[in-house]
């Protein structure tokens, strides 16, 4: 069975940082783009961080540029989201997405069809 488990989500205050991870079960991320996304009560979901396994490029959007790194274990299968100076408007629920059939910029822009999700991790940021 195909499953993405992201952990590492919590409270965290202005400026600090936090690391998210997804875990890769069932198949290998080799040959996939990985993206991360999130979503906020009442927005749209919105992706922040995507990674080509295939070519190694990523994309960010200008939200996060600068802050946010998406990296990948190849070992653990794993994929990792490094967030830095976290602001309030960072709040949401952080999801993590695999799929082969999009760049790292169709994906992190147009995510439609043939993508697998996980179930998400609330990252709240709040004095």
């Known amino acids: 069975q195909l499953q993405l488990v992201e952990s590492g989500g919590g409270l965290v205050q202005p400026g600090g940082s936090l690391r998210l991870s997804c875990a890769a079960s069932?198949?290998?991320?080799?040959?996939?783009?990985i993206g991360w996304f999130r979503q906020a009560p009442g927005k749209e979901r919105e992706g922040v961080s995507c990674f080509s396994s295939k070519d190694g490029t990523t994309y960010y959007p200008d939200s996060v540029k600068g802050r946010f790194t998406i990296s990948r274990d190849n070992a653990k299968n794993t994929v990792w989201l490094q967030m830095n100076s976290l602001k309030p408007e960072d709040t949401a629920v952080y999801y993590c997405?695999?799929?082969?059939?999009?760049?790292?910029?169709?994906?992190?822009?147009?995510?439609?069809?043939?993508?697998?999700w996980g179930q998400g991790t609330q990252v709240t940021v709040s004095s």
């Open positions: 997405a695999a799929a082969q059939e999009y760049s790292v910029f169709t994906l992190c822009v147009f995510p439609t069809k043939g993508i697998y």
């Open positions: 069932g198949f290998s991320l080799d040959y996939y783009v």
